[in-house]
């Protein structure tokens, strides 16, 4: 009897270390994603001194715009790159890369009016509720 108190008091002190692991990762994981947005957001901010708009709408687009030279070779105003990408941070290589959030699905990049862009992720849920819910926004 003893025996089976021990391995229940085990097993409850095991599923709340395990659950807690968890809650720390997804907080880990928005946070990571929250400071992508904002560096996204600098980089545009930069990329629009020099060129007094934003890139064209789309993750790809948004890629090659800030942190390729390529794209750019020869254009006096491009003063970037206006970020730098991990590997773990792109889905692919520069100039065909997208930029993904911390559960692997690629950021959203649009163009609008108020405000000027919007960037974002669809958040711990996984789905695009296009800003809306739990998407992590950058507006």
């Not at 659950?19 to 997804?26: D, F, R």
Request: glycine share 10%; no cysteine; charged share 15%.
């Amino acid at each position: 009897m003893e025996m089976l108190a021990v391995i229940a008091i085990i097993s409850v002190l095991m599923g709340m270390i395990l659950s807690g692991g968890n809650q720390a990762k997804q907080h880990a994981r928005i946070y990571k994603t929250k400071a992508m947005i904002a560096s996204l957001d600098t980089a545009l901010a930069l990329y629009h001194t020099d060129f007094g708009a934003y890139p064209g709408a789309g993750n790809q687009n948004l890629v090659n715009l800030l942190a390729d030279a390529a794209t750019y070779s020869g254009n006096n105003d491009w003063h970037g790159p206006y970020i730098s990408f991990k590997k773990q941070d792109l889905n692919g290589v520069i100039p065909g890369a997208t930029v993904i959030d911390a559960w692997g699905y690629d950021y959203y990049y649009s163009l609008g009016t108020v405000p000027a862009y919007k960037i974002w992720s669809r958040g711990p849920d996984m789905q695009n509720d296009n800003g809306m819910n739990d998407d992590l926004i950058s507006w």
